[in-house]
């Protein structure tokens, strides 16, 4: 009995992946970092300890970690408007919710990669209306790496 009532909760469940063309809504709106990770271990902050999470480590400041990321759209016919902002917790060099990075986005190939004028593009990995798993190129104590960053709105 117990079995089936279990059974029956995980047929019901349903796939909150969003896809398509979907993603253009979902993505907009504030993120937060929940996960930061590479494909192998780095070295950033010079203590000799390499890691793969850096979200959980001291490999990266924590003011850095606390920043906030924002997808605005903007006119038809426009590319979206990407900034990076400092939270509560800003580095030394900035002060409380100012503008640490700023940039143009667009989504392609079929919605699945985030594209920007300047930065290293973002490849979809997951996306939910809650959540955004993300892969990007990167260079990380002196490592090219491939960084996974989870999201959270």
């Known amino acids: 009995m117990i079995v089936a009532f279990v059974l029956s909760?995980?047929?019901c469940h349903k796939n909150d992946e969003i896809t398509g063309v979907d993603r253009a809504k979902a993505l907009l709106g504030q993120w937060e970092y929940a996960a930061i990770t590479t494909d192998r271990a780095?070295?950033?902050?010079?203590?000799?300890i390499v890691n793969i999470d850096l979200y959980n480590t001291q490999e990266i400041r924590q003011c850095l970690k606390d920043?906030?990321?924002?997808?605005?759209?903007?006119?038809?016919g426009e590319k979206g408007s990407y900034s990076l902002n400092e939270n509560s917790l800003p580095c030394?060099?900035?002060?409380?919710?100012?503008?640490?990075?700023?940039?143009?986005?667009?989504?392609?190939?079929?919605?699945?990669?985030?594209?920007f004028d300047v930065r290293n593009e973002m490849r979809i990995v997951k996306m939910t209306q809650n959540k955004l798993v993300v892969d990007t190129d990167d260079?990380?104590?002196?490592?090219s790496v491939i960084?996974?960053?989870?999201?959270?709105?």
């Open 9 to 11: 909760l995980l047929s």
């Open 42 to 48: 780095v070295d950033i902050n010079g203590d000799g």
């Open 139 to 143: 260079v990380l104590g002196g490592e």
């Open 92 to 115: 030394s060099e900035d002060t409380e919710f100012s503008n640490v990075e700023q940039d143009n986005y667009e989504l392609v190939n079929n919605n699945t990669v985030i594209s």
């Open 67 to 76: 920043n906030l990321t924002f997808f605005t759209e903007r006119g038809v």
């Open 147 to 153: 960084v996974t960053i989870t999201f959270i709105k």
